[in-house]
């Protein structure tokens, strides 16, 4: 059976959606080699391209759905605060749940994000706060419907990776490049798998790939690509294009070491290139028919209000 007949579904930027299900091929990693295993069986498919300063959110249920959304600075807070980010998330729930389904969550995986933007780290920083439960609010946690109420505490419990610091800012993206991740998510009976690949581009001039990881529930890697941080790619290239790259590929390395992957060279980075890019390939061009966009209710319901700023700086004074 073709790979091909399992397109992926990519969902564009201030979008949503849900995965349906295709009897297809099921890729697997053995004896860490990366192969492909002609397996008929009831694949879950689901991705997103361009994630700069960008978040997204992937959430997976345990029929083996793949929900899935792409929110851009529009839709996201300037002063990321505990309440704002509890609503943030909250919001992301109300979307899964439009869907009908009856499925728990099983992991939470929420990527993208500026390194450079301090806001991006306190995002993170404020999750981890609401997982532990250690933050000074008006208790209203369990405002709202049941449903929403029982989904957010899952969500929180469910989180399995939070990287909102995961891109490199470029001053001058037209002329040295920009740093961006494409994300691509598969589950199938007994595994999910996360793609990441990182590229690093000039709009209308070239495209490079830097850095591929692969989330497993066994043998996480990641590559990075060893051409470009021993020599240029391109005889008309300067100083700071090489530079930029150089740190691009850096920090994608801090970031796949901290996910608890294993860095890979020589054959298996080759292959690892290979199969990672050769998904990317599959994604479809026409988005599914009942994908969603974000609204300005979306945004009214996560951006600050003068009054949340004020009360969070105080809180913020407090805690130094």
């Keep these: 059976m073709s790979k091909e007949l399992c397109q992926i ?16 091929t099921k890729e697997i990693q053995k004896k860490s080699l990366i192969t492909t295993k002609f397996v008929l069986c009831k694949t879950y498919r689901l991705s997103t391209v361009g994630i700069g300063p960008c978040l997204c959110f992937i959430i997976l249920l345990d029929d083996g759905r793949i929900f899935m959304e792409h929110r851009s600075d529009y839709y996201l807070s300037s002063n990321f605060t505990t309440k704002n980010v509890r609503l943030c998330l909250k919001n992301v729930i109300q979307h899964l749940i439009s869907y009908p389904h009856t499925a728990k969550i099983k992991t939470t995986i929420i990527l993208g994000g500026d390194e450079l933007k301090q806001r991006f780290e306190k995002f993170s920083s404020r999750i981890s ?39 490199i800012d470029s001053n001058a993206p037209a002329i040295i490049g920009e740093c961006g991740i494409d994300c691509i998510v598969e589950q199938a009976p007994g595994d999910e798998v996360v793609v990441i690949i990182q590229h690093v581009k000039i709009l209308h001039k070239w495209d490079i790939v830097t850095g591929v990881m692969r989330l497993s529930n066994e043998n996480s890697s990641f590559a990075v690509d060893q051409t470009v941080t021993t020599a240029s790619k391109s005889a008309d290239e300067n100083l700071r294009i090489r530079e930029f ?35 990317s ?36 004074d407090e805690e130094q």
Excluded: P, W
Aim: charged share 35%; proline share 0%.
């Design 9 to 24: 579904n990519d969902i564009e930027m201030d979008h949503y959606d849900i995965s349906e299900n295709c009897l297809g």
């Design 129 to 167: 706060n609401l997982i532990s439960g250690d933050h000074d609010d008006d208790g209203d946690d369990d405002d709202g419907d049941d449903t929403e109420s029982q989904h957010y505490q899952r969500l929180l419990k469910s989180i399995k990776l939070i990287n909102t610091t995961f891109n």
């Design 245 to 279: 790259r150089h740190k691009c590929i850096d920090h994608f390395r801090k970031n796949a070491r901290a996910a608890n992957t294993v860095e890979v060279e020589g054959l298996l980075a080759e292959n690892l290139f290979n199969y990672c890019c050769s998904i």
């Design 281 to 316: 390939k599959r994604l479809a061009a026409k988005l599914s028919k009942n994908e969603r966009e974000l609204n300005a209710d979306d945004r009214e319901m996560c951006n600050v209000t003068s009054t949340i700023h004020a009360d969070d700086e105080e809180e913020d």
